[in-house]
Antibody, heavy 117, light 113 residues
């Protein structure tokens, strides 16, 4: 069955960097568009990034544009999120998810990023 | 940007009774291809979200048939015909029509009275 395992979340100081990884299994990763979505503690869901199957098309929410970079390695069934210039408001659980037909279908278990001094 | 508004914020329901959640978009969600990309998710306490309904009214595999979605244009509804204890959680709507940005509603918390 579809599995998405996110990792890399940690406690980081404001201005710092972190790289999240999402490893996929149970489906043909190279054929899927992927997204990152985050959820601040006790808050709702916020879409932050999308990458097409061949990395040709990449989009970001305004809140992370210029600071976050999404990438993927289809040979390793892996999705990445490089996060730079982190702020307190970036504190959240970060989920990776599959995208199909303008919807999000499968979600990973999430990884917690805490930005605090 | 499209804004998705859900109501109510909180929905206390008696077990076995129906529940209804509303989702309104600031712009029509009818795509130029004729499809309407409105999705509903359920997030149980401590869990990742799970998709229930896609394209307004299509139930995902394994989703009980007590869940149904309806609506058109800018107004959409998720209904639970008879609430069970396992339905407790937060429900979100999301638009995918105005690609490539997904927009979520603020969420509706369903709890048992």
């Amino acid at each position: 069955q579809v599995q998405l395992v996110a990792s890399g979340g940690d406690l980081v100081k404001p201005g710092g960097s972190l790289r999240l990884t999402c490893v996929a299994s149970g489906f043909t990763f190279s054929g899927y568009y992927m997204s990152w979505i985050r959820q601040a503690p006790g808050k709702g869901l916020e879409w932050i990034s999308y990458i097409s199957d061949t990395s040709t098309n990449i989009y970001y929410a305004d809140s992370v544009k210029g600071r976050f970079t999404v990438s993927r390695d289809n040979g390793k069934n892996s999705l990445y999120l490089q996060m730079n210039s982190l702020r307190a408001e970036d504190t959240a659980v970060y989920y990776c998810a599959t995208v199909s037909y303008s919807s999000i279908d499968y979600w990973g278990q999430g990884t917690l990023v805490t930005v605090s001094s | 940007d499209v804004v998705m508004t859900q109501s109510p914020l909180s929905l206390p329901v008696t077990l076995g009774q129906p529940a209804s959640i509303s989702c309104t978009s600031s712009q029509s969600l009818v795509h130029s291809n004729g499809n309407t990309y409105l999705t509903w998710f359920q997030q149980r306490p401590g869990q990742s979200p799970r998709r229930l309904i896609y394209r307004v009214s299509n139930r995902d595999s394994g989703v009980p048939d007590r869940f149904s979605g309806s609506g058109s244009g800018t107004d959409f509804t998720l209904k639970i015909s008879r609430v069970e204890a396992e339905d407790v959680g937060v429900y979100y709507c999301m638009q995918g029509t105005h690609w490539p940005q997904f927009t979520f509603g603020g969420g509706t918390k369903v709890e048992i009275k």
